[in-house]
């Protein structure tokens, strides 16, 4: 009996260096069969040197990488069966859409009626079945989005590797092809693997996401996971967003307690998941916009719970945007303070207005400083 591998793929202690620099340092993750899986990080991480060396195109300075079981190492890019997906998609412009999709069928060697079949069955699965005739300059920035895919699934990978290839797009055609993409994966069954410096991307269609920093994987999980339970403190700055203040711990009980800010703000917080803090430690806080509370100074219907913390501050101004509106306001100490509002239109907030900042110590996340994040 044949054993189907638990994962489409598993990298081992990976590891590249060029010369004294490590791009990449002992990375292990296992991917299971038919996931949307990120790589999350800052321009220069790591994480498209990682991606090349699982396509085939640089080879390992350590470790193992195992497709559907199988160790890959020394096994050539043609060899692999991942494809990859860039930026700039290369679709060749002198074919047309038809002739696109059927190039690497071609160079397999399948026959002209195997290739018509196939060729109809992926574009109908891309919802774009009669657009086979099509010269390449005659479609939408999403239709050759989805045409490079196409041309990548019609082979039968895998592994798709996705290069950060929303990012020639527009900013509407991006936030539109964000779900499209998640909708493709669930439609082929495919694991695909998505590089990305834009969160949001990353957050909206991945089952899981890696955060990579400096090489190394800081941690792994859901996106609900990640937003609500990182592990250290980059990955509370990177993912999201966060009001950050730093400062000395006053008073812990290990899981939670009192900070004096730089501000000189008295602060009640509780440790993150896993974290002990001690009294005398440097610690980061971080606390989401969205768990901010603006209350008008004075507002005798204002329910403050004892334990809250809070801070007095002057409206600086108001960022609207819909559902997502903002107010900024700017704290005794100087600092300015993002917190989320509804703004209506009428008796909304105003720039100069006086207001309390209320939220719970359960929102404040708090991290042992580590190092610059």
Not at 108 to 134: F, M, T, Y
Not at 180 to 194: A, D, P, R, V
């Amino acid at each position: 009996m044949t054993i189907t591998p638990a994962y489409d793929l598993e990298c081992i202690d990976i590891a590249k260096s060029f010369g004294d620099f490590r791009a990449v340092k002992d990375v292990s993750f296992t991917i299971p069969s038919g996931s949307f899986f990120s790589i999350l990080g800052p321009s220069g991480c790591g994480k498209t040197t990682l991606m090349r060396m699982i396509a085939g195109f640089e080879t390992p300075s350590g470790g193992d990488i195992k497709i559907k079981g199988a160790s890959v190492l020394g096994t050539p890019p043609n060899k692999r069966n991942v494809k990859m997906v860039f930026q700039h998609l290369a679709l060749f412009p002198m074919m047309n859409v038809y002739e696109n999709i059927a190039y690497g069928l071609r160079c397999k060697g399948v026959s002209n009626d195997e290739i018509k079949l196939k060729v109809q069955d992926v574009l109908e699965r891309i919802a774009l079945p009669d657009v086979g005739h099509r010269e390449i300059h005659q479609l939408s920035g999403g239709q050759k989005q989805r045409i490079a895919i196409a041309r990548c699934m019609v082979l039968d990978p895998d592994v798709l590797l996705l290069d950060e290839p929303l990012g020639a797009l527009d900013l509407k055609l991006r936030e539109a092809m964000k779900i499209e993409l998640k909708l493709l994966q669930h439609q082929f069954n495919t694991t695909f693997i998505y590089i990305t410096h834009d969160q949001s991307e990353a957050l909206v269609m991945s089952d899981h996401v890696a955060i990579m920093n400096e090489g190394r994987f800081e941690q792994i999980g859901t996106p609900q996971e990640l937003y609500h339970r990182p592990n250290t403190s980059f990955v509370a700055s990177f993912v999201g967003d966060s009001n950050r203040w730093s400062g000395k711990v006053a008073d812990s009980d290990g899981t939670g307690g009192k900070v004096r800010t730089e501000q000189g703000l008295d602060m009640a917080f509780s440790a993150a998941a896993g974290q002990t803090i001690s009294t005398g430690s440097e610690v980061d806080i971080f606390v989401r916009p969205e768990f901010i509370r603006t209350i008008r100074e004075n507002d005798p219907a204002a329910a403050i719970s004892d334990g809250d913390n809070r801070m007095s501050g002057i409206v600086d101004s108001l960022l609207f945007n819909g559902a997502n509106s903002r107010v900024l306001v700017r704290g005794w100490s100087g600092e300015l303070i993002e917190a989320d509002v509804i703004l209506t239109g009428t008796d909304d907030l105003a720039p100069g207005e006086k207001v309390d900042l209320v939220w719970s110590p359960a929102q404040a996340m708090c991290f042992e400083k580590t190092g610059a994040a």
